[in-house]
């Protein structure tokens, strides 16, 4: 099982993966390819992505949680790992509040 998860995903890349998988919801892809054509999906993408797109692949593995993340993008997020389970980071954002009135 492979899932694509994006945001801005040029129409392109979009087209190939609708090829192969289902988009249930805009930019979100989902099927049951062989480790050859999800290799080569994930090879494909790679290229496209610039700073406006953000793509998080979920891959079925053997692990504890079943599953193994990736992020391909110019963001911040991080995927860290704790006791062999894999977590998704988002940067937090510097919430300073002005309190001078």
């Known amino acids: 099982m492979l ?3 994006g ?3 040029p129409k392109r890349v979009r087209g ?7 988009e249930p919801k805009a ?13 080569r999906i994930l090879d494909f993408i790679q290229p496209y992505i610039n700073m406006n797109t ?13 599953f193994s993340l990736h992020y391909f993008s110019n963001v911040d997020n991080k995927i860290t790992v704790n006791n062999d389970l894999q977590f998704s980071q988002r940067p937090s954002k510097n919430t300073s509040v002005n309190t001078e009135t």
Do not use: C, P, S, Y
Not at 16 to 22: A, D, K
Not at 54 to 66: A, F, L, P
């Open 27 to 39: 930019n979100v892809f989902v099927g049951n390819v062989t480790k050859v054509v999800e290799d």
């Open 3 to 5: 899932v694509i998860i």
């Open 54 to 66: 953000d793509i998080m692949v979920i891959r079925d593995t053997n692990t504890i949680q079943g």
């Open 16 to 22: 190939v993966l609708q090829l192969w998988m289902l």
């Open 7 to 9: 945001t801005r995903i």
